[in-house]
């Protein structure tokens, strides 16, 4: 399954973004990741849209919105309230998003970068 990220960009801290996530066929659960420089890929939100189970990081509760526009068939990733440490290159993937929380992938797109900074 392939998927494109876009929305990436810049903001300064307090700000927001909305990425999106088209993904070849229909995927019955996407989930959004990020890599900052020098860490790992985690895993941040993923959202089923079978079962309406949606799941996120605790550091990213409250302030990250994940949903679907079934017309569209677009995936999005609302971030409100970004800080510093939410700088990464962010991925979408078709991943399990359920009780047991959200798996991972081995296919990965190109991200899109997210940079908060004053």
């Known amino acids: 399954v392939q998927t494109v990220e876009s929305g990436g960009g810049t903001v300064q801290p307090g700000g927001s973004l909305r990425l999106s996530c088209t993904a070849s066929?229909?995927?019955?659960?996407i989930g959004w990741f990020r890599q900052a420089p020098g860490k790992e890929r985690e895993g941040v939100s993923c959202?089923?849209?079978?079962?309406?189970?949606?799941y996120y990081i605790d550091s990213v509760k409250s302030r990250f919105t994940v949903s679907r526009d079934s017309a569209k068939n677009i995936w999005y990733l609302q971030m409100h309230s970004l800080k510093p440490e939410d700088t990464a290159v962010y991925y979408c993937?078709?991943?399990?998003?359920?009780?047991?929380?959200?798996?991972?992938?081995?296919?990965w797109g190109q991200g899109t970068q997210v940079t908060v900074s004053s």
């Open positions: 959202l089923n849209r079978a079962s309406g189970m949606t």
């Open positions: 066929g229909s995927p019955y659960a």
């Open positions: 993937a078709v991943v399990p998003c359920d009780v047991q929380g959200m798996g991972t992938s081995q296919d």
